[in-house]
């Protein structure tokens, strides 16, 4: 017998989560649960994450995670949980089915069934921010290539394992040259060892507008962590309803199964609220550990309840559906029809094989990594860029000189126009003058001449190559 964990959570996730407890009774699945308590309680109760400790000890034992939506508290400084999960316990890979279910769910898409497949970690989501000046503040957006390797032999794998024919790749890689474009490499590298899939790349903007207007365009599609976050409430929402979609979050040793949806406080306690985000979640879960014939009942069982009309107050539509149902009517429609199939929509078959094992992390060796210059960040409250280079110009050496100065990314100086608007925080990047890389020693005297002159610099990167290839972005204009 599989022992998980469980959170009922906040507002209607201890309705929704004793239905699906109810479901999977009922359909004789093998698991035993250890609950734990989570979220608002939680957080008002002296735990600042949300959870305890003793609640993770429970979660990193039994390995797998049923968690109904929960409530962080408005004020208080009180960070996500899950986000807080998602990075603790290394949950890479957020995995999105979403699929319509016309005619019985009203949308306009009747042919849509994708799988958002979402880097979970890195991205904008690492939350690094800083105020550098009185008026830029900076968040750094952070893409590894483990990170990408990970996440997109993932979708590959999971394409192969549910007899997916295409995987697409969304990123925004003609601005953001070596982040984004890094995920874009990676998955060029990888798509050639699966063949019999069809693969795809696309920038983002118009990829998500093709995702709206033909969506049954698309199958699989793996996309760094915000576009993620994004595309998959898109998708969601034009099959017909946010409330029908389950998530998985999927790591190395540890997953978590969740509804898409928040806690809904205001119909709390009045038994109306759709199960079925978080059921669909479950169904998910019991493939993910090997349950794949319950899964099957289950999905073909609701699926049944949906073409017999009986649906929840959510997706309840006149002349469309037979019965508004209770969440307690509902999911005993659910449990009456196990063993049934729908005989409109597709039913599912059992999975034979839903095991998803990934290769561990093989690290390339070192390139050589050569120091070219460096760009020095300063707070200066003056307008006219030729003036700060004058003073720029006064710190340069006989290695270092001043090649460039950007505001807000746009070049600036040299040959700047004077309608560019700046604010107060300039880029100014120093490179080697000479046939050699510099020294360490070469900046930090740099940086030293550079306080004697009353030069308020606010933060440095230094500007590498790797292999003799420059990995550093220009600015827009240069």
């Known amino acids: 017998m599989k022992r998980i964990t469980i959170a009922k959570g906040d507002g209607i996730g201890p309705e929704i989560m004793d239905a699906v407890l109810t479901v999977l009774a009922a359909a004789d699945v093998n698991l035993s649960y250890d609950e734990i308590e989570i979220g608002e309680k939680a957080y008002l109760g002296g735990h600042s994450s949300g959870i305890s400790p003793d609640s993770w000890d429970k979660i990193r034992k039994n390995k797998v995670l049923l968690k109904a939506p929960i409530t962080t508290p408005q004020g208080g400084g009180y960070k996500s949980l899950n986000v807080t999960m998602r990075k603790a316990l290394n949950l890479f890979a957020n995995i999105r089915p979403c699929r319509s279910f016309h005619p019985y769910v009203e949308t306009k898409h009747p042919k849509l069934d994708i799988v958002v497949i979402r880097e979970n970690e890195e991205d904008l989501y690492a939350g690094i921010e800083h105020q550098q000046t009185p008026e830029v503040v900076q968040c750094l957006k952070l893409i590894s290539r483990p990170g990408c390797e990970k996440i997109i032999r993932y979708a590959f794998e999971y394409a192969k394992t549910y007899n997916r024919k295409k995987v697409t790749c969304f990123t925004k890689d003609n601005i953001m040259k070596q982040t984004d474009g890094l995920f874009h490499k990676v998955f060029d590298e ?37 576009y993620g976050d994004i595309i998959s ?9 946010v409330g029908l979609a389950g998530s998985a979050n999927i790591g190395t040793g540890v997953a978590m199964f969740e509804a898409i949806h928040g806690s809904a406080p205001d119909i709390a ?62 999911t005993e ?24 094992v990934l290769p561990s992390y093989q690290r390339r060796p070192q390139p050589r990594k050569d120091l070219l ?10 307008n006219n860029p030729e003036d700060l280079a004058t003073r720029l110009r006064s710190i340069e050496n006989d290695h270092l000189s001043l090649s460039m100065i950007t505001n807000r ?48 610099t606010i933060k440095t990167e230094n500007l590498y190559a790797f292999d003799g290839r420059a990995a550093f972005s220009l600015g827009q204009g240069q």
Not at 233 to 241: F, M, N, R
Not at 301 to 317: M, N, P
Not at 373 to 382: C, T
Request: charged fraction near 20%; hydrophobic fraction near 40%; aromatic fraction near 6%.
């Open 269 to 330: 306690g009045q038994g109306i609220a759709n199960p079925s985000g978080l059921l669909q979640s479950a169904i998910v879960m019991l493939n993910h550990i090997g349950e794949n014939t319950a899964a099957a009942r289950i999905q073909n069982a609701w699926l049944k309840t949906l073409e017999e009309g009986l649906h929840t107050a959510d997706i309840f539509s006149e002349g469309q559906s037979q019965q508004k149902l209770s969440t307690k009517a509902f």
């Open 409 to 456: 990314g746009i070049k600036v100086w040299p040959n700047g126009f004077d309608e560019t608007f700046c604010t107060d925080h300039w880029r100014c990047r120093f490179q080697t003058t000479a046939e050699r890389p510099v020294s360490k020693a070469e900046i930090l005297a740099l940086l030293t001449r550079a306080d004697e002159k009353g030069i308020d």
């Open 373 to 382: 210059g460096v760009d020095v960040f300063v707070d200066w409250a003056g």
């Open 190 to 226: 990888i798509a050639p060892e699966y063949p019999e899939i069809e693969t795809q790349h696309m920038i983002i903007d118009i990829g998500t507008a093709r995702l709206a207007d033909t969506p049954e365009d698309f199958d699989v599609i793996v996309v760094p962590n915000l």
């Open 333 to 356: 429609a659910v449990i009456a029809n196990l063993d049934q199939n729908p005989k409109v929509l597709q039913p599912v078959q059992p999975l034979v094989n839903s095991q998803i």
């Open 233 to 241: 409430d898109v998708v969601a929402q034009i099959t017909g309803s």
